[in-house]
């Protein structure tokens, strides 16, 4: 069983920053993609960011130029690099490893961002 844990979520004004950890129990490694999903309140979880083994990138949109995914495989951590925070971001953020074509296969429990105005 792979356990994804998240955490660097907190509270921040609108236009700062903050990065999220995501530790994975094994190698990252073994898994074809990880990605950052987020579920604001009253909302369906949506896409964020993905990389794949090869280090192939997907940003959504609403993110691009604001949010950054990378991967430290030695430390089996994936990262997301927020700037430019606005109460929209404002969501549970979580991390997913592994997937079958667009299925996740592992899930951590969330983090908490809060942007404020």
């Known amino acids: 069983q792979v356990q994804l844990v998240e955490s660097g979520g907190g509270l921040v004004q609108a236009g700062g920053s903050l990065t999220l950890s995501c530790v994975a129990s094994g190698s990252i490694f073994s898994f074809n993609a990880m990605g950052w999903y987020r579920q604001a309140p009253g909302k369906q979880r949506e896409f964020v960011a993905t990389?794949?083994?090869?280090?192939?990138?997907d940003v959504a949109d609403s993110v691009k130029g604001r949010f950054t995914i990378s991967t430290d495989n030695a430390k089996n951590t994936v990262y997301l690099r927020m700037n430019s925070l606005k109460p929209e971001d404002t969501a549970v953020y979580y991390c997913a490893a592994g997937r079958i074509g667009s299925t996740w296969i592992n899930w951590g429990q969330g983090t908490q961002v809060t942007v404020s105005s």
């Open positions: 990389i794949t083994r090869g280090g192939s990138i």
